[in-house]
């Protein structure tokens, strides 16, 4: 339930990213809601990820889905 629910809103902010050359894919939601994401394209190595990791996506995910507590990089 979890996992579909911060799915939906990875792909409402998908093209945002997208319109940045970058890409976002969803690669694991553990029980205690920590929600792991890759980073693709430009953003893979950019300095700004970190930002837009922590103020962008995860502020979003908070907002929309209750349970989610921190999201995180994967490692590629």
Same mark, same amino acid.
Request: charged share 30%; aromatic share 2%.
């Given at each position: ?20 050359? &970058? ?9 205690? /809601?920590?929600?792991? %994401?890759? #980073? ?15 103020? &962008?996506?995860e502020r979003i ?5 209750? /349970?989610?507590?921190? %999201?995180? #990089?994967?490692?590629?």
């Open positions: 339930m979890l996992k579909e629910d911060v799915q939906k809103v990875i792909e409402e902010i998908r093209p945002q990213i997208q319109m940045d050359g &970058g890409d976002i894919e969803l690669i694991e939601v553990s029980d205690q /809601g920590t929600v792991k %994401v890759r #980073l693709r394209g430009a953003c893979a190595g950019c300095p700004g990820a970190a930002m837009t990791l922590k103020f &962008g996506v995910l908070k907002q929309k889905v209750p /349970g989610v507590k921190e %999201v995180v #990089l994967a490692p590629e």
